[in-house]
T-cell receptor
Framework: SQQGEEDPQALSIQEGENATMNCSYK?????LQWYRQNSGRGLVHLIL?????REKHSGRLRVTLDTSKKSSSLLITASRAADTASYFC?????????????FGKGTHLIIQP | GAGVSQTPSNKVTEKGKYVELRCDPI?????LYWYRQSLGQGPEFLIY????????DSGLPNDRFFAVRPEGSVSTLKIQRTERGDSAVYLC????????????FGEGSRLTVL
């Protein structure tokens, strides 16, 4: 079963625009992570936000977390063609995360040049 | 190596055959995970190793699937009597225990069962 669900399933924007993806989850968490996957490749960790954090930045990425709503968002600013990929949110299988993650179905992001 | 290595990158087999997929994790990572990913879906958990033992194999779909990690490093996922529904990308990931749970993934092994 998949704990996180991303929204939208697909997103197409123009280069230079901002892209926002949302994630909802069901159970309590210690942290929430976002991963990126280029077509035909493995997943790459982007950013982790802890349950006691509300917002976190890393370069052009901004992640928010609302534990009361059990939701998170990933914002990519000033998008580039190279940002075209699928983006997944992930939470710990048993909350802590040390025994692996549960992934959503992902948001497929296409950046039009 | 610097990252998680998976072999083969592609495997085509016939229905009913036996398949082995190999994963070489990042050196020093005690935790190893196998996931399966179908087209358009997120990775689905299969099994988790802590050291040599399978700490949680609740994601294995049936008894045709088995995984080992005899020396606490390299792991092999074994699939017996393959079926067409087993076709997917099998992803391996490792992590350094006591960290925050960030996983490092390999490029995956794409299995096609004809």
């Amino acid at each position: 079963s998949q704990q996180g669900e991303e929204d939208p399933q697909a997103l197409s924007i123009q280069e230079g625009e901002n892209a926002t993806m949302n994630c909802s989850y069901k159970t309590s968490i210690n942290n929430l992570q976002w991963y990126r996957q280029n077509s035909g490749r493995g997943l790459v960790h982007l950013i982790l936000i802890r349950s006691n954090e509300r917002e976190k930045h890393s370069g052009r990425l901004r992640v928010t977390l609302d534990t009361s709503k059990k939701s998170s968002s990933l914002l990519i600013t000033a998008s580039r063609a190279a940002d075209t990929a699928s983006y997944f949110c992930a939470t710990g299988r048993t909350g802590g995360g040390a025994d692996g993650l549960t992934f959503g179905k992902g948001t497929h992001l296409i950046i039009q040049p | 190596g610097a990252g998680v290595s998976q072999t083969p990158s592609n495997k085509v087999t016939e229905k009913g055959k036996y398949v082995e997929l190999r994963c070489d994790p990042i050196s020093g990572h005690t935790a190893l995970y196998w996931y399966r990913q179908s087209l358009g879906q997120g990775p689905e958990f299969l099994i988790y190793f802590q050291g040599t033992g399978a700490a949680d194999d609740s994601g294995l779909p049936n008894d045709r699937f088995f995984a080992v990690r005899p020396e606490g490093s390299v792991s092999t996922l074994k699939i017996q009597r393959t079926e067409r529904g087993d076709s997917a990308v099998y992803l391996c990931a490792s992590s350094l225990l006591a960290r925050t749970g960030e996983l490092f993934f390999g490029e995956g092994s794409r299995l096609t069962v004809l």
